[in-house]
Protein backbone atom coordinates (compact mmCIF):
# COMPACT_ATOMS: atom_id res chain seq x y z
CA UNK A 1 0.00 0.00 0.00
CA UNK A 2 1.37 3.13 -0.97
CA UNK A 3 1.09 7.07 -0.37
CA UNK A 4 -1.13 7.52 -3.78
CA UNK A 5 -3.44 4.82 -2.55
CA UNK A 6 -4.41 6.05 0.47
CA UNK A 7 -4.40 9.88 -1.32
CA UNK A 8 -6.97 8.70 -3.73
CA UNK A 9 -9.04 6.58 -0.86
CA UNK A 10 -9.41 10.07 0.85
CA UNK A 11 -10.47 11.77 -2.24
CA UNK A 12 -12.90 9.04 -2.98
CA UNK A 13 -14.17 8.95 0.86
CA UNK A 14 -14.77 12.79 0.70
CA UNK A 15 -16.34 12.55 -2.90
CA UNK A 16 -18.84 10.49 -1.27
CA UNK A 17 -20.16 13.43 1.11
CA UNK A 18 -18.10 12.20 4.17
CA UNK A 19 -15.27 14.71 6.15
CA UNK A 20 -12.07 13.74 6.80
CA UNK A 21 -10.62 15.01 9.50
CA UNK A 22 -7.21 14.48 10.29
CA UNK A 23 -4.24 12.95 8.01
CA UNK A 24 -0.76 11.86 7.74
CA UNK A 25 -0.09 9.76 4.80
CA UNK A 26 3.05 8.61 6.31
CA UNK A 27 2.07 5.02 7.13
CA UNK A 28 -1.10 2.62 7.15
CA UNK A 29 -2.58 3.00 10.40
CA UNK A 30 -1.44 6.23 11.24
CA UNK A 31 -2.93 7.58 7.76
CA UNK A 32 -5.95 6.85 9.26
CA UNK A 33 -6.11 9.45 11.41
CA UNK A 34 -9.32 10.09 11.96
CA UNK A 35 -11.80 8.95 9.03
CA UNK A 36 -14.93 10.00 8.28
CA UNK A 37 -17.75 12.07 11.10
CA UNK A 38 -16.11 11.10 14.03
CA UNK A 39 -14.72 13.14 16.91
CA UNK A 40 -10.56 12.83 16.82
CA UNK A 41 -9.84 11.04 19.77
CA UNK A 42 -12.36 7.94 18.76
CA UNK A 43 -10.17 5.22 17.69
CA UNK A 44 -9.30 3.90 14.25
CA UNK A 45 -11.12 0.49 13.89
CA UNK A 46 -13.92 2.16 15.11
CA UNK A 47 -13.94 4.35 12.33
CA UNK A 48 -13.31 1.76 9.89
CA UNK A 49 -16.05 -0.32 11.40
CA UNK A 50 -18.26 2.60 10.85
CA UNK A 51 -17.42 2.85 7.57
CA UNK A 52 -20.40 2.56 5.29
CA UNK A 53 -20.61 -0.74 3.05
CA UNK A 54 -22.56 1.12 0.71
CA UNK A 55 -20.31 4.08 0.05
CA UNK A 56 -19.72 4.63 -3.18
CA UNK A 57 -15.91 3.36 -3.47
CA UNK A 58 -13.73 2.09 -6.33
CA UNK A 59 -12.51 -1.32 -5.87
CA UNK A 60 -9.02 -0.33 -5.58
CA UNK A 61 -9.85 2.20 -2.49
CA UNK A 62 -11.53 -0.68 -0.84
CA UNK A 63 -8.71 -2.87 -1.37
CA UNK A 64 -6.67 -0.06 0.81
CA UNK A 65 -9.60 0.07 3.31
CA UNK A 66 -9.32 -3.39 3.79
CA UNK A 67 -5.39 -3.38 4.57
CA UNK A 68 -5.69 -0.20 6.51
CA UNK A 69 -8.29 -2.75 8.41
CA UNK A 70 -6.18 -5.41 8.75
CA UNK A 71 -3.16 -3.05 9.83
CA UNK A 72 -5.12 -1.55 12.43
CA UNK A 73 -6.53 -4.47 14.12
CA UNK A 74 -3.02 -6.10 14.20
CA UNK A 75 -1.82 -2.55 15.86
CA UNK A 76 -4.73 -3.46 18.65
CA UNK A 77 -3.55 -6.41 18.96
CA UNK A 78 -0.07 -5.58 19.84
CA UNK A 79 -1.22 -2.87 22.30
CA UNK A 80 -3.03 -5.20 24.09
CA UNK A 81 -0.35 -7.57 24.71
CA UNK A 82 2.02 -4.49 25.47
CA UNK A 83 -1.22 -4.01 28.23
CA UNK A 84 -1.09 -7.08 29.53
CA UNK A 85 2.88 -8.60 29.79
CA UNK A 86 5.73 -7.59 31.32
CA UNK A 87 8.34 -6.36 28.24
CA UNK A 88 11.09 -7.78 30.11
CA UNK A 89 10.26 -10.75 30.58
CA UNK A 90 7.51 -11.51 28.18
CA UNK A 91 5.36 -13.03 31.00
CA UNK A 92 2.27 -11.69 32.04
CA UNK A 93 2.35 -8.73 34.21
CA UNK A 94 0.86 -7.79 37.75
CA UNK A 95 -2.20 -6.16 36.43
CA UNK A 96 -3.26 -8.95 34.59
CA UNK A 97 -2.75 -11.76 36.82
CA UNK A 98 -4.63 -10.08 39.53
CA UNK A 99 -7.54 -9.70 36.51
CA UNK A 100 -7.16 -13.81 36.10
CA UNK A 101 -7.18 -14.50 40.05
CA UNK A 102 -10.78 -12.94 40.11
CA UNK A 103 -11.84 -14.66 37.22
CA UNK A 104 -10.38 -18.17 39.16
CA UNK A 105 -11.39 -17.64 42.04
CA UNK A 106 -14.98 -17.19 40.71
CA UNK A 107 -14.67 -20.24 38.92
CA UNK A 108 -13.86 -22.39 41.97
CA UNK A 109 -16.73 -21.20 43.56
CA UNK A 110 -18.91 -22.55 40.91
CA UNK A 111 -17.09 -25.85 39.62
CA UNK A 112 -15.44 -26.12 42.98
CA UNK A 113 -12.13 -27.32 41.53
CA UNK A 114 -9.15 -26.04 43.32
CA UNK A 115 -7.21 -22.98 42.43
CA UNK A 116 -3.68 -23.08 43.56
CA UNK A 117 -1.14 -20.28 43.47
CA UNK A 118 2.59 -20.62 43.64
CA UNK A 119 4.90 -17.38 44.43
CA UNK A 120 8.71 -17.29 43.66
CA UNK A 121 11.50 -15.28 44.71
CA UNK A 122 15.03 -15.31 43.73
CA UNK A 123 17.28 -16.05 46.20
CA UNK A 124 20.03 -13.49 46.28
CA UNK A 125 18.96 -11.64 42.91
CA UNK A 126 20.18 -8.35 44.56
CA UNK A 127 23.69 -9.76 44.67
CA UNK A 128 23.51 -10.42 40.81
CA UNK A 129 22.37 -6.87 40.88
CA UNK A 130 25.00 -5.34 42.51
CA UNK A 131 27.94 -7.22 41.38
CA UNK A 132 27.19 -8.49 38.14
CA UNK A 133 25.21 -5.35 36.84
CA UNK A 134 21.64 -4.53 36.21
CA UNK A 135 21.87 -5.57 32.33
CA UNK A 136 22.89 -9.43 33.92
CA UNK A 137 20.18 -8.74 36.04
CA UNK A 138 17.76 -8.34 33.49
CA UNK A 139 19.00 -11.39 31.71
CA UNK A 140 18.40 -13.37 34.42
CA UNK A 141 14.99 -12.13 34.76
CA UNK A 142 14.33 -13.10 31.35
CA UNK A 143 16.18 -16.73 31.41
CA UNK A 144 14.02 -17.36 34.54
CA UNK A 145 10.61 -16.67 33.27
CA UNK A 146 11.64 -19.29 29.95
CA UNK A 147 12.33 -21.54 32.71
CA UNK A 148 8.23 -21.16 33.90
CA UNK A 149 7.23 -21.13 30.68
CA UNK A 150 8.91 -23.92 29.38
CA UNK A 151 7.62 -26.06 32.77
CA UNK A 152 4.06 -24.68 33.31
CA UNK A 153 1.03 -26.58 32.09
CA UNK A 154 -1.06 -24.92 29.12
CA UNK A 155 -3.75 -23.93 31.33
CA UNK A 156 -1.24 -22.30 34.16
CA UNK A 157 -0.92 -18.84 33.74
CA UNK A 158 2.91 -17.38 34.97
CA UNK A 159 3.44 -13.47 36.04
CA UNK A 160 5.92 -11.45 36.78
CA UNK A 161 4.53 -10.14 39.96
CA UNK A 162 7.38 -7.08 40.69
CA UNK A 163 10.74 -6.66 40.95
CA UNK A 164 12.63 -10.51 41.12
CA UNK A 165 9.38 -11.95 42.38
CA UNK A 166 7.17 -14.83 40.08
CA UNK A 167 3.53 -16.04 40.59
CA UNK A 168 2.11 -18.79 38.90
CA UNK A 169 -2.11 -19.60 39.22
CA UNK A 170 -2.87 -23.18 38.52
CA UNK A 171 -6.54 -23.61 37.53
CA UNK A 172 -8.09 -27.12 38.70
CA UNK A 173 -4.66 -28.08 40.50
CA UNK A 174 -5.04 -28.94 44.27
CA UNK A 175 -1.93 -28.46 46.98
CA UNK A 176 -1.17 -31.74 46.08
CA UNK A 177 -0.83 -31.80 42.55
CA UNK A 178 0.68 -28.40 42.30
CA UNK A 179 3.69 -29.21 45.04
CA UNK A 180 5.59 -31.59 42.66
CA UNK A 181 5.08 -29.21 40.30
CA UNK A 182 6.53 -26.58 42.14
CA UNK A 183 9.32 -29.05 43.10
CA UNK A 184 9.49 -29.56 38.86
CA UNK A 185 10.12 -25.64 38.98
CA UNK A 186 12.38 -25.25 41.34
CA UNK A 187 14.75 -28.41 40.32
CA UNK A 188 15.16 -27.37 36.59
CA UNK A 189 15.74 -23.74 38.00
CA UNK A 190 18.54 -24.97 40.17
CA UNK A 191 20.13 -26.98 37.35
CA UNK A 192 19.83 -24.15 35.11
CA UNK A 193 22.65 -22.33 33.42
CA UNK A 194 21.42 -19.05 33.16
CA UNK A 195 24.03 -16.03 31.41
CA UNK A 196 28.02 -16.51 31.50
CA UNK A 197 27.33 -19.97 33.73
CA UNK A 198 25.48 -18.28 35.82
CA UNK A 199 23.63 -19.95 38.56
CA UNK A 200 20.22 -19.03 40.48
CA UNK A 201 17.90 -20.72 42.49
CA UNK A 202 14.56 -19.51 44.07
CA UNK A 203 12.20 -20.03 47.10
CA UNK A 204 8.86 -21.09 45.95
CA UNK A 205 5.34 -20.81 48.44
CA UNK A 206 2.62 -22.86 47.74
CA UNK A 207 -1.21 -22.08 48.63
CA UNK A 208 -4.01 -23.59 47.95
CA UNK A 209 -8.16 -22.19 47.28
CA UNK A 210 -10.79 -24.61 47.73
CA UNK A 211 -14.65 -23.75 47.27
CA UNK A 212 -14.81 -25.75 51.04
CA UNK A 213 -12.63 -22.58 52.65
CA UNK A 214 -14.21 -19.93 54.03
CA UNK A 215 -11.53 -17.54 53.90
CA UNK A 216 -11.57 -14.58 52.07
CA UNK A 217 -9.61 -15.40 48.32
CA UNK A 218 -7.42 -12.42 48.20
CA UNK A 219 -5.99 -14.58 51.42
CA UNK A 220 -4.62 -17.26 49.09
CA UNK A 221 -1.79 -14.60 47.53
CA UNK A 222 -0.87 -13.59 51.06
CA UNK A 223 -0.46 -17.79 52.12
CA UNK A 224 1.78 -18.25 48.96
CA UNK A 225 3.68 -15.06 49.94
CA UNK A 226 3.83 -15.95 53.25
CA UNK A 227 4.89 -19.89 52.92
CA UNK A 228 7.57 -18.34 50.27
CA UNK A 229 9.22 -16.57 53.10
CA UNK A 230 9.34 -19.19 55.20
CA UNK A 231 11.31 -21.22 52.06
CA UNK A 232 13.44 -18.31 52.29
CA UNK A 233 14.28 -18.15 55.92
CA UNK A 234 15.39 -21.90 55.97
CA UNK A 235 17.72 -21.16 52.89
CA UNK A 236 16.21 -20.41 49.89
CA UNK A 237 16.36 -23.06 47.09
CA UNK A 238 12.94 -24.67 48.60
CA UNK A 239 9.50 -25.05 48.12
CA UNK A 240 7.12 -24.15 51.04
CA UNK A 241 3.45 -25.52 51.40
CA UNK A 242 1.14 -22.85 53.40
CA UNK A 243 0.28 -24.61 56.14
CA UNK A 244 -3.16 -24.62 56.44
CA UNK A 245 -3.35 -26.30 53.53
CA UNK A 246 -1.85 -29.10 54.26
CA UNK A 247 -4.68 -29.44 57.29
CA UNK A 248 -7.27 -28.51 55.05
CA UNK A 249 -8.16 -32.59 54.87
CA UNK A 250 -9.47 -32.57 58.04
CA UNK A 251 -12.25 -30.98 59.47
CA UNK A 252 -15.50 -30.44 57.38
CA UNK A 253 -13.42 -32.58 54.44
CA UNK A 254 -15.03 -35.53 53.76
CA UNK A 255 -12.96 -38.23 55.30
CA UNK A 256 -12.14 -41.58 53.08
CA UNK A 257 -14.32 -43.46 55.65
CA UNK A 258 -17.21 -41.39 54.76
CA UNK A 259 -16.49 -41.48 50.98
CA UNK A 260 -15.97 -45.34 51.18
CA UNK A 261 -19.24 -45.39 52.86
CA UNK A 262 -21.08 -43.01 50.29
CA UNK A 263 -19.99 -45.31 47.43
CA UNK A 264 -19.71 -48.39 49.17
CA UNK A 265 -22.51 -50.49 47.67
CA UNK A 266 -23.40 -47.98 44.87
CA UNK A 267 -23.35 -49.65 41.84
CA UNK A 268 -22.33 -46.37 39.23
CA UNK A 269 -21.67 -48.40 35.72
CA UNK B 1 -56.81 -13.95 52.93
CA UNK B 2 -56.30 -10.80 55.52
CA UNK B 3 -52.89 -9.96 57.17
CA UNK B 4 -54.38 -11.08 60.32
CA UNK B 5 -55.23 -14.66 59.20
CA UNK B 6 -52.19 -15.10 56.96
CA UNK B 7 -49.34 -17.54 57.92
CA UNK B 8 -45.76 -16.89 57.99
CA UNK B 9 -44.18 -17.81 55.32
CA UNK B 10 -42.24 -20.66 54.39
CA UNK B 11 -38.66 -20.24 53.62
CA UNK B 12 -36.79 -23.24 51.85
CA UNK B 13 -33.33 -22.78 50.48
CA UNK B 14 -32.46 -25.40 47.50
CA UNK B 15 -28.81 -26.16 47.54
CA UNK B 16 -26.48 -28.42 46.15
CA UNK B 17 -22.86 -29.56 47.32
CA UNK B 18 -21.71 -30.15 43.40
CA UNK B 19 -22.99 -27.36 40.36
CA UNK B 20 -24.62 -28.41 37.40
CA UNK B 21 -27.33 -31.17 38.97
CA UNK B 22 -30.18 -28.85 37.84
CA UNK B 23 -31.14 -26.70 41.15
CA UNK B 24 -32.36 -23.67 39.19
CA UNK B 25 -34.65 -25.84 37.28
CA UNK B 26 -35.66 -27.50 40.13
CA UNK B 27 -36.48 -24.12 42.07
CA UNK B 28 -38.00 -22.66 39.25
CA UNK B 29 -40.63 -25.27 38.73
CA UNK B 30 -41.62 -26.24 42.16
CA UNK B 31 -42.06 -22.73 42.60
CA UNK B 32 -44.40 -22.82 38.88
CA UNK B 33 -46.00 -25.94 40.49
CA UNK B 34 -46.38 -24.45 43.95
CA UNK B 35 -48.65 -21.53 42.04
CA UNK B 36 -50.86 -23.88 40.66
CA UNK B 37 -51.78 -25.12 43.48
CA UNK B 38 -53.00 -21.68 44.32
CA UNK B 39 -49.87 -21.01 46.18
CA UNK B 40 -47.86 -17.45 46.50
CA UNK B 41 -44.55 -18.22 45.64
CA UNK B 42 -41.41 -16.10 45.24
CA UNK B 43 -37.72 -17.26 43.88
CA UNK B 44 -34.88 -15.79 44.71
CA UNK B 45 -31.69 -16.15 42.53
CA UNK B 46 -28.99 -15.94 45.66
CA UNK B 47 -26.45 -17.24 43.24
CA UNK B 48 -25.19 -14.06 42.95
CA UNK B 49 -22.74 -13.40 39.57
CA UNK B 50 -23.57 -16.62 38.11
CA UNK B 51 -27.49 -16.32 38.22
CA UNK B 52 -29.58 -18.00 35.57
CA UNK B 53 -32.97 -18.02 37.12
CA UNK B 54 -33.95 -14.99 34.63
CA UNK B 55 -32.46 -16.91 31.47
CA UNK B 56 -34.48 -20.23 32.48
CA UNK B 57 -37.36 -18.22 32.42
CA UNK B 58 -36.97 -15.78 29.15
CA UNK B 59 -36.82 -12.82 31.20
CA UNK B 60 -34.83 -9.85 30.74
CA UNK B 61 -34.19 -7.84 33.95
CA UNK B 62 -33.53 -4.20 34.49
CA UNK B 63 -32.41 -4.47 37.79
CA UNK B 64 -31.21 -7.24 40.12
CA UNK B 65 -30.01 -7.92 43.58
CA UNK B 66 -26.71 -6.43 43.23
CA UNK B 67 -28.80 -3.13 42.33
CA UNK B 68 -30.58 -3.77 46.15
CA UNK B 69 -27.57 -4.49 47.93
CA UNK B 70 -25.37 -1.45 46.55
CA UNK B 71 -28.68 0.49 47.41
CA UNK B 72 -29.79 1.53 43.63
CA UNK B 73 -33.12 0.04 43.47
CA UNK B 74 -35.53 -0.55 45.92
CA UNK B 75 -37.05 -4.04 46.58
CA UNK B 76 -40.25 -3.30 44.79
CA UNK B 77 -38.30 -2.57 41.59
CA UNK B 78 -36.38 -5.37 41.43
CA UNK B 79 -38.76 -8.34 42.11
CA UNK B 80 -40.92 -9.36 39.14
CA UNK B 81 -43.71 -11.44 37.96
CA UNK B 82 -41.86 -14.63 36.27
CA UNK B 83 -45.02 -14.87 34.10
CA UNK B 84 -44.99 -18.58 35.59
CA UNK B 85 -47.52 -17.98 38.59
CA UNK B 86 -44.57 -17.18 40.53
CA UNK B 87 -42.72 -13.82 41.59
CA UNK B 88 -38.51 -13.96 40.78
CA UNK B 89 -36.08 -11.60 42.71
CA UNK B 90 -33.04 -11.94 39.94
CA UNK B 91 -29.63 -11.84 40.81
CA UNK B 92 -26.95 -10.58 38.05
CA UNK B 93 -25.40 -12.91 35.85
CA UNK B 94 -21.73 -12.44 35.18
CA UNK B 95 -21.33 -9.23 37.31
CA UNK B 96 -18.11 -10.10 39.13
CA UNK B 97 -19.07 -6.66 41.36
CA UNK B 98 -21.00 -9.37 43.89
CA UNK B 99 -20.25 -12.69 43.92
CA UNK B 100 -20.21 -13.73 47.14
CA UNK B 101 -21.59 -10.64 49.66
CA UNK B 102 -20.53 -9.85 52.58
CA UNK B 103 -22.27 -11.18 55.95
CA UNK B 104 -23.10 -7.46 56.73
CA UNK B 105 -24.90 -7.30 53.13
CA UNK B 106 -26.55 -11.19 53.86
CA UNK B 107 -28.50 -9.46 56.80
CA UNK B 108 -29.59 -6.75 55.53
CA UNK B 109 -30.69 -8.81 52.21
CA UNK B 110 -32.66 -11.15 54.52
CA UNK B 111 -34.25 -8.45 56.46
CA UNK B 112 -35.34 -6.43 53.34
CA UNK B 113 -36.39 -9.90 52.29
CA UNK B 114 -38.78 -10.15 55.45
CA UNK B 115 -40.49 -6.50 54.60
CA UNK B 116 -42.15 -8.54 51.61
CA UNK B 117 -42.21 -12.00 52.99
CA UNK B 118 -45.70 -11.46 54.06
CA UNK B 119 -46.70 -11.64 50.70
CA UNK B 120 -45.86 -14.84 49.98
CA UNK B 121 -46.43 -18.34 51.27
CA UNK B 122 -43.35 -19.93 49.73
CA UNK B 123 -39.79 -18.55 49.83
CA UNK B 124 -37.67 -20.42 47.69
CA UNK B 125 -34.03 -19.25 48.20
CA UNK B 126 -31.99 -20.61 44.82
CA UNK B 127 -28.41 -20.99 46.38
CA UNK B 128 -25.38 -21.11 44.74
CA UNK B 129 -22.81 -24.20 44.48
CA UNK B 130 -20.61 -25.57 46.31
CA UNK B 131 -20.18 -24.15 50.14
CA UNK B 132 -18.81 -20.68 50.34
CA UNK B 133 -20.10 -18.69 53.41
CA UNK B 134 -23.16 -16.92 51.38
CA UNK B 135 -24.08 -20.22 50.37
CA UNK B 136 -24.25 -21.53 54.06
CA UNK B 137 -25.74 -18.19 55.26
CA UNK B 138 -29.10 -18.24 53.06
CA UNK B 139 -28.91 -22.05 53.56
CA UNK B 140 -28.63 -21.52 57.40
CA UNK B 141 -31.27 -18.79 57.22
CA UNK B 142 -34.24 -20.85 55.93
CA UNK B 143 -36.74 -23.19 57.45
CA UNK B 144 -36.00 -26.26 55.46
CA UNK B 145 -33.22 -27.26 53.30
CA UNK B 146 -33.87 -29.05 49.87
CA UNK B 147 -31.10 -30.36 48.30
CA UNK B 148 -30.69 -31.42 44.87
CA UNK B 149 -28.48 -34.11 43.60
CA UNK B 150 -27.77 -36.33 40.42
CA UNK B 151 -27.02 -40.06 40.81
CA UNK B 152 -23.54 -39.36 40.30
CA UNK B 153 -20.21 -40.28 42.70
CA UNK B 154 -19.49 -36.46 42.63
CA UNK B 155 -23.10 -35.28 43.27
CA UNK B 156 -23.37 -37.65 46.39
CA UNK B 157 -20.31 -36.76 48.11
CA UNK B 158 -20.71 -33.20 47.71
CA UNK B 159 -24.16 -33.27 48.87
CA UNK B 160 -22.91 -35.36 51.92
CA UNK B 161 -20.18 -32.74 52.30
CA UNK B 162 -22.68 -29.80 52.27
CA UNK B 163 -24.62 -31.57 55.01
CA UNK B 164 -21.70 -32.16 56.64
CA UNK B 165 -20.41 -28.34 56.74
CA UNK B 166 -23.85 -26.76 57.17
CA UNK B 167 -24.89 -29.07 60.28
CA UNK B 168 -20.99 -28.69 61.58
CA UNK B 169 -22.46 -24.78 61.99
CA UNK B 170 -25.79 -24.70 62.79
CA UNK B 171 -26.73 -27.77 64.08
CA UNK B 172 -28.88 -30.47 63.39
CA UNK B 173 -31.20 -29.26 60.65
CA UNK B 174 -33.65 -31.46 58.29
CA UNK B 175 -32.61 -31.94 54.82
CA UNK B 176 -34.86 -33.08 52.28
CA UNK B 177 -32.86 -34.80 49.15
CA UNK B 178 -34.42 -34.44 45.65
CA UNK B 179 -33.29 -36.49 42.94
CA UNK B 180 -32.62 -34.83 39.29
CA UNK B 181 -31.91 -36.49 36.23
CA UNK B 182 -32.69 -40.23 37.60
CA UNK B 183 -33.41 -43.22 35.86
CA UNK B 184 -36.22 -44.44 37.79
CA UNK B 185 -37.63 -44.11 41.57
CA UNK B 186 -35.59 -47.20 42.48
CA UNK B 187 -32.38 -45.40 41.77
CA UNK B 188 -33.39 -42.55 44.10
CA UNK B 189 -34.50 -44.89 46.81
CA UNK B 190 -31.48 -46.60 46.70
CA UNK B 191 -28.96 -43.78 47.11
CA UNK B 192 -30.82 -41.58 49.44
CA UNK B 193 -30.81 -45.39 51.68
CA UNK B 194 -27.23 -45.16 51.34
CA UNK B 195 -26.54 -41.43 52.21
CA UNK B 196 -28.64 -41.70 54.82
CA UNK B 197 -26.89 -44.66 56.48
CA UNK B 198 -23.92 -42.37 55.77
CA UNK B 199 -25.43 -39.44 57.64
CA UNK B 200 -27.02 -41.60 60.68
CA UNK B 201 -23.83 -43.37 61.02
CA UNK B 202 -21.27 -40.08 60.95
CA UNK B 203 -23.78 -37.07 61.84
CA UNK B 204 -26.71 -38.44 63.55
CA UNK B 205 -28.79 -36.99 60.75
CA UNK B 206 -32.10 -38.90 59.16
CA UNK B 207 -32.44 -37.30 55.84
CA UNK B 208 -35.78 -37.16 54.12
CA UNK B 209 -36.47 -38.31 50.64
CA UNK B 210 -38.58 -35.43 48.80
CA UNK B 211 -38.90 -36.99 45.46
CA UNK B 212 -37.04 -37.88 41.88
CA UNK B 213 -37.02 -36.03 38.50
CA UNK B 214 -36.48 -38.95 35.73
CA UNK B 215 -33.94 -38.05 33.12
CA UNK B 216 -36.41 -35.64 30.57
CA UNK B 217 -35.22 -34.71 27.09
CA UNK B 218 -37.86 -32.01 27.19
CA UNK B 219 -36.34 -30.55 30.42
CA UNK B 220 -33.35 -29.64 28.06
CA UNK B 221 -35.93 -28.30 25.40
CA UNK B 222 -37.27 -26.67 27.89
CA UNK B 223 -34.56 -24.63 28.52
CA UNK B 224 -32.99 -24.04 25.52
CA UNK B 225 -36.86 -22.03 24.87
CA UNK B 226 -36.48 -20.41 27.96
CA UNK B 227 -39.95 -21.27 29.50
CA UNK B 228 -39.95 -23.39 32.33
CA UNK B 229 -41.06 -27.31 31.36
CA UNK B 230 -44.40 -27.34 33.63
CA UNK B 231 -45.24 -24.39 31.37
CA UNK B 232 -44.29 -25.64 28.10
CA UNK B 233 -44.50 -29.41 28.97
CA UNK B 234 -46.56 -29.54 31.91
CA UNK B 235 -47.73 -33.46 31.50
CA UNK B 236 -43.58 -34.35 31.00
CA UNK B 237 -42.65 -37.11 33.43
CA UNK B 238 -40.26 -34.55 35.12
CA UNK B 239 -42.85 -31.87 35.41
CA UNK B 240 -45.18 -34.51 36.79
CA UNK B 241 -42.71 -35.35 39.49
CA UNK B 242 -42.45 -31.64 40.35
CA UNK B 243 -46.05 -31.15 40.65
CA UNK B 244 -45.76 -34.30 43.29
CA UNK B 245 -42.66 -32.36 44.68
CA UNK B 246 -44.43 -29.21 45.38
CA UNK B 247 -48.04 -31.28 46.52
CA UNK B 248 -45.63 -32.46 49.46
CA UNK B 249 -44.13 -28.91 50.12
CA UNK B 250 -47.58 -27.61 50.25
CA UNK B 251 -48.06 -28.76 53.20
CA UNK B 252 -45.19 -28.11 55.30
CA UNK B 253 -45.72 -25.63 58.05
CA UNK B 254 -42.98 -23.29 59.17
CA UNK B 255 -41.76 -24.77 62.65
CA UNK B 256 -39.76 -21.95 63.86
CA UNK B 257 -39.97 -18.27 63.06
CA UNK B 258 -37.66 -17.36 60.07
CA UNK B 259 -34.49 -16.98 62.30
CA UNK B 260 -32.52 -13.66 61.34
CA UNK B 261 -30.96 -13.42 65.09
CA UNK B 262 -29.16 -16.54 64.02
CA UNK B 263 -27.34 -14.85 61.52
CA UNK B 264 -26.33 -12.55 63.51
CA UNK B 265 -23.99 -15.02 65.28
CA UNK B 266 -23.24 -16.49 61.58
CA UNK B 267 -19.48 -16.97 62.08
CA UNK B 268 -17.59 -14.22 59.70
CA UNK B 269 -15.90 -15.83 56.74
Known amino acids: MNQVDIERLIEEIKAAGRQVLKLDGQNGWRALGVLLNLEEDESLSRALGMLDLTLPLSPQAWETLEELQRLCHARERDLLKTCLTDQLTGLYNFQHFTAQLDVEVSRVLRTQHPLSVIMLDLDGFKMVNDTLGHQTGNEVLAAVAQVLLDNIRATDLAARYGGDEFAILLPQTSAARALPLAERIRARLAAHKLCNELKVTGSFGLSCFRYLDREDPAQVIEHADQAMYQAKRAGGNQVRVW ?27 | MTAQTKKPPLVVAVASGKGGVGKTNVAVNLALELGRLGRKALVVDCDLGLANADILLGLSPSKNISDLLLGRARLGEVIINSGHGFDLLPASSGAAEIVDIESRQERRLLKLLALVFD ?43 FIKVLTAQTGPRRFHLFFNMVQNQEEAARIHDSLNQVTQRFLGLELDLLGAAPLDPLLKKSVLARTPLGTLYPDSPAAQAFRRTAAKIETWAPHQALDLARLLSHPAP
Open chain 1, 243 to 269: AADQEKDRGAEVTSEEKGALLKGLDFS
Open chain 2, 119 to 161: RYDHVLFDTGAGISSTVLGFNQAAHENILVLTPEPTAITDAYA
